[in-house]
């Protein structure tokens, strides 16, 4: 597999690695690739690997062909994003800061340094960027942890309004988005996880498939005492967005929110967080599949995540 630019880290240095999640990703990957020469300048040691959900399309070609020298692995099936992310990890310096990028981002130039000087604060576990729109305008990836009150401020106000009005679970105020700080969690399209929050949080949830993942584990680091911190510096671009038009996503990533309060939430608590759902789902239903197939989702049993991994073979 191709090391021709690649900086890997020599047998027991510490360095940074790039993991890159595929999923018949063929047409945005090749755009990623050309960003990283450019988003990791000032980056001494890293190697990049993608790590592939059994694509049916060119997606590992691709990536073994790029100059970059990205090191394939293959999981053997569609396993989900945590079980990718588990799997990549395990074959990279266990003292290595890890950089989990979505195949349709580009991350800008020095983008990466920023994250890593960050990283080396000690009471950091998660350093986060700032995403942009296609269009330059920032994209409001920071979060407040889901709750009772952000459900029913979301559902009842709808997520942008609930956003700005510091009531929803979207942190929408613009002028967040120009200072440092830290933040609850950061949706997951571009995190860098330092070797500390590697060593004391352990492997990622692969019982989430896809969707909230990126939420339990950055919980996790927050309750070891290791802080998600937001760099404005750090600019990446994110195309993203295919869950609002694909019904079945958008109902998974629904049933994994509730499935994920349930996890630290009573019988109860999550009841009322699933009915804040639904009734927003309700309320938006005219406007297509999507919110209908939300509010079913909400609606009936928790499935089993191996329940998606099977449709999705089909």
């Known amino acids: 597999m191709g090391t021709r630019n690649n900086k890997r880290h020599e047998p027991g240095a510490p360095s940074l690695a790039v993991i890159i999640v595929t999923y018949n990703s063929a047409d945005p990957l090749p755009g990623l690739l050309d960003s990283l020469a450019p988003g990791l300048e000032g980056i001494d040691r890293f190697e990049v690997v993608v790590v592939d959900n059994d694509s049916r399309d060119e997606s590992v070609p691709i990536a073994l062909a790029h ?4 090191r394939v692995v293959k999981t053997g099936s569609n396993a989900g994003y945590a079980t990718a992310i588990n799997k990549a990890a395990a074959t990279v310096h266990p003292d290595a800061d890890l ?26 576990g998660i350093a986060v960027p700032r995403n942009l729109r296609e269009d330059g305008t920032t994209d409001p990836t920071l979060r407040r942890e889901p709750s009772i009150a952000t459900a029913w401020a979301d559902s009842l106000l709808g997520g942008k309004l609930a956003g700005r009005l510091g009531l929803g679970e979207i942190i ?47 919980r996790r680091v927050r309750e070891a005492g290791l802080s998600v911190s937001y760099v404005p510096q750090s600019l990446a671009v994110h195309a993203g967005g295919e869950y609002r038009s694909n019904t079945r996503l958008f109902a998974l990533l629904t049933m994994n929110r509730v499935r994920y309060y349930r996890r630290y939430h009573g019988i109860v608590a999550t009841c009322i967080f699933r ?40």
Request: charged content about 25%; overall charge neutral.
């Open 67 to 70: 100059p970059v020298g990205a």
């Open 99 to 124: 950089l989990i990028l979505n195949p349709d981002l580009r991350l800008c130039p020095g983008a990466v340094r920023q994250l890593v000087e960050r990283a080396k604060d000690a009471s950091v």
């Open 275 to 314: 009915l804040g759902i639904a009734v927003g789902e309700a309320i938006r239903s005219w406007r297509g599949a999507t919110h209908r197939a939300a509010l079913h989702s909400a609606l009936v049993p928790l499935r089993p995540a191996l329940d998606f991994r099977t449709e999705q073979r089909r």
């Open 172 to 218: 929408g105020e613009p002028e967040r988005y120009d200072r440092d700080g830290s933040a609850e969690w950061a949706t997951g399209s571009v995190l860098l996880v330092a070797a500390r929050a590697r060593r004391t949080v352990g492997i990622w949830d692969e019982s989430y498939f896809l969707y909230s993942e990126e939420v339990d584990y950055q």
